[in-house]
């Protein structure tokens, strides 16, 4: 159950930063910059560091 509530946090942090729309495509895409894995692999692994980062990097316009 701990994945399933680190999903929503992820979620409630993402609808800060892009268009809810984007959510879980976001979510279910492949990333480099987590070795090919979806953000949602690395939630259900329980490796949130990254994501916590590349969340707050969104939010401070990085990728713009």
Excluded at 25 to 52: D, Q, V, Y
Aim: some cysteine; charged content about 25%; glycine content about 4%.
């Amino acid at each position: 159950l701990k994945e399933y509530a680190d999903l929503n946090l992820f979620i409630h942090k993402l609808k800060n930063v892009i268009e809810e729309k984007k959510i879980m495509p976001w979510l279910c895409t492949s990333n480099n910059a987590f070795n090919n894995r979806t953000p949602m692999e690395m939630i259900m692994a329980g490796e949130t560091e990254e994501l916590n980062r590349m969340i707050y990097e969104i939010g401070e316009g990085v990728f713009q």
